[in-house]
């Protein structure tokens, strides 16, 4: 019997986060929390699979994101499960089963399950960050989302990105303008790109995002959804561009902006990076769904989200140069060569004064050992022999800087960082 021995790499289009960039992940979430938490937001967990339904009914069947992308599985069970694609449908769907009052507002850190080409900046698991505001259809409150986007990517030191916002209308607009734009399709049937010369007659909307040249040119002159919204709308919109407008930001309405999810209405947008390669340029969006609760079974409720991928973001973020988070070195590196045991005794009492120290195991010499000190990054060295073993003292070498070497007692250190809380001597 032969035995497969080759080792198992993690699957195509996923990717490991190790240090340091895995700090600069939790800077990243940290931050998040930070603004999300000031506008409003408590953390939502979610499971990562849900009944498919949350999805086809949420997302909409006829998605490139459901119809193409989903990880669908049956369990052991026989229930028809899916890993989540993004995070609003499984939010929504804990809303419709819990009724928490309204207005409610929810945030999330999640990984994204999509079966994509992988390439750079498109994977088939990817996080996000995002939020979703339910209960309340105030225009006030889709600028205030948007404006929470916008100071995010501020506050990492982003600047070369911008802002689409556009309105896709709701139930008693768009059924209309649909029409019209597949009727003004119909005569474009021919010149349209593959895909949606195929599909134009299902969601013809899709096309005004397509990105080919054919489909571009082919609505060069299509009808305008903006100027078809019905006088709700209209107002709504007008409201959102100048709470953006007071708000200082900038941003261009974009009537092409109808974004791959079926949910939308009213107000959608997105923010792209001008850093990053066009086809994985959107580094967040979102909109808002007014169906989207009654969809999965709850009574009519309005609300707005949007997701932020953290992995594109963190590209930009290489591309402009900004948020480069440089890992912490430990304060103090101890060195033991006396077998360990001080240095066992002696990290665990600085740890639990709340320091963050380093040092060697394996009983290695005192040179291996100094050598792992300087590369820790460590202000200081630790040093531990045989004299300071016995006399309970420790012997503090500067690693950064010259400067005279001392010896202290253990219990004068300890009191030391009990009195300022770093090593001082
Ligand atoms: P969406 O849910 O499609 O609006 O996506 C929200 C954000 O997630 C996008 O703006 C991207 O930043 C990111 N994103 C979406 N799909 C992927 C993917 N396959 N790989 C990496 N990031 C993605």
Same mark, same amino acid.
Request: charged fraction near 25%; hydrophobic fraction near 40%; include cysteine.
């Given at each position: 019997? +032969?035995?497969?021995?080759?080792?198992?790499?993690?699957?195509?289009?996923?990717?490991?986060? =190790?240090?340091?960039?895995? +700090?600069? @992940?939790?800077?990243?979430?940290?931050? %998040?929390?930070? =603004?999300?938490?000031?506008?409003? %937001?408590?953390? *939502?967990?979610?499971?990562?699979?849900?009944?498919?339904?949350?999805?086809?009914?949420?997302?909409?069947?006829?998605?490139?994101?459901?119809?193409?992308?989903?990880?669908?599985?049956?369990?052991?069970?026989?229930?028809?499960?899916?890993?989540?694609?993004?995070?609003?449908? +499984?939010?929504?769907?804990? %809303? *419709?089963?819990?009724?928490?009052?309204?207005? @409610?507002?929810?945030?999330?850190?999640?990984?994204?399950?999509?079966?994509?080409?992988?390439?750079?900046?498109?994977?088939?698991?990817?996080?996000?960050?995002?939020?979703?505001?339910?209960?309340?259809?105030?225009?006030?409150?889709?600028?205030?989302?948007?404006?929470?986007?916008?100071?995010?990517?501020?506050?990492?030191?982003?600047?070369?990105?911008?802002?689409?916002?556009?309105?896709?209308?709701?139930?008693?607009?768009?059924? #209309?303008?649909?029409?019209?734009?597949?009727?003004?399709?119909?005569?474009?049937?021919?010149?349209?790109?593959?895909?949606?010369?195929?599909?134009?007659? !299902?969601?013809?909307?899709?096309?005004?995002?397509?990105?080919?040249?054919?489909?571009?040119?082919?609505?060069?002159?299509?009808?305008?959804?903006?100027?078809?919204?019905?006088?709700?709308?209209?107002?709504?919109?007008?409201?959102? *561009?100048?709470?953006?407008? /007071?708000?200082?930001?900038?941003?261009?309405?974009?009537?092409? =902006?109808?974004?791959?999810?079926?949910?939308?209405?009213? &107000?959608?947008?997105?923010?792209?990076?001008?850093?990053?390669?066009?086809?994985?340029?959107? !580094?967040?969006?979102?909109?808002?769904?007014?169906?989207?609760?009654?969809? !999965?079974?709850?009574?009519?409720?309005?609300?707005?989200?949007?997701?932020?991928?953290?992995?594109?973001? =963190?590209?930009?973020?290489?591309?402009?140069?900004? %948020?480069?988070? /440089?890992?912490?070195?430990?304060v103090a590196?101890v *060195?033991?060569? &006396?077998?360990?045991?001080g240095?066992?005794d002696l990290v665990a009492a600085l740890?639990e004064k709340?320091l963050?120290v380093?040092?060697?195991?394996?009983?290695?010499?005192?040179?291996?050992?100094?050598? #792992?000190?300087?590369? +820790?990054?460590? /202000?200081c060295a630790l040093l531990i022999?045989?004299e300071e073993l016995a006399q309970k003292s420790v012997t503090i070498r500067a690693?950064?800087?010259?400067?005279e070497q001392v010896t202290v007692t253990i219990e004068s250190l300890l009191a030391g960082v009990d009195a300022t809380g770093e090593i001082s001597w």
């Amino acid at each position: 019997m +032969s035995h497969d021995t080759t080792a198992p790499r993690a699957p195509t289009g996923t990717h490991d986060v =190790l240090p340091p960039e895995s +700090s600069r @992940w939790e800077h990243f979430l940290a931050r %998040f929390a930070a =603004l999300a938490e000031r506008y409003g %937001f408590g953390l *939502v967990h979610t499971p990562i699979f849900e009944d498919s339904r949350v999805f086809r009914r949420g997302i909409g069947e006829h998605s490139e994101v459901v119809g193409k992308e989903m990880y669908e599985f049956t369990d052991r069970g026989g229930r028809q499960l899916a890993l989540r694609p993004e995070g609003t449908a +499984s939010v929504v769907r804990a %809303f *419709v089963q819990h009724r928490p009052v309204t207005p @409610w507002r929810a945030w999330y850190a999640t990984p994204s399950f999509r079966y994509e080409r992988p390439q750079a900046g498109r994977y088939r698991q990817h996080h996000q960050v995002g939020v979703e505001a339910l209960g309340s259809d105030d225009p006030d409150v889709d600028v205030e989302i948007i404006v929470l986007a916008q100071r995010f990517f501020e506050s990492l030191g982003l600047k070369n990105f911008s802002l689409a916002v556009n309105s896709m209308g709701d139930a008693q607009c768009r059924p #209309a303008y649909v029409d019209t734009l597949r009727e003004y399709l119909r005569g474009q049937a021919r010149v349209l790109c593959d895909e949606h010369a195929q599909r134009f007659e !299902l969601n013809p909307l899709r096309v005004l995002d397509c990105k080919t040249s054919a489909c571009r040119d082919a609505t060069q002159n299509a009808p305008k959804l903006l100027t078809a919204l019905c006088e709700s709308c209209t107002a709504h919109h007008e409201r959102v *561009v100048a709470g953006l407008t /007071a708000a200082g930001v900038t941003f261009q309405t974009n009537d092409r =902006l109808v974004r791959g999810l079926d949910y939308y209405t009213k &107000t959608t947008f997105e923010f792209s990076s001008h850093a990053l390669d066009g086809a994985q340029n959107a !580094l967040g969006g979102g909109g808002r769904y007014d169906g989207l609760v009654e969809s !999965l079974g709850g009574p009519p409720t309005p609300g707005i989200g949007f997701g932020i991928g953290i992995e594109r973001v =963190l590209l930009a973020c290489d591309a402009e140069q900004v %948020f480069a988070i /440089a890992p912490m070195p430990p304060v103090a590196f101890v *060195v033991d060569v &006396t077998g360990g045991e001080g240095a066992r005794d002696l990290v665990a009492a600085l740890r639990e004064k709340g320091l963050y120290v380093e040092r060697a195991y394996d009983g290695r010499s005192m040179k291996s050992q100094l050598k #792992a000190a300087d590369k +820790s990054g460590a /202000a200081c060295a630790l040093l531990i022999g045989s004299e300071e073993l016995a006399q309970k003292s420790v012997t503090i070498r500067a690693l950064r800087e010259q400067r005279e070497q001392v010896t202290v007692t253990i219990e004068s250190l300890l009191a030391g960082v009990d009195a300022t809380g770093e090593i001082s001597w």
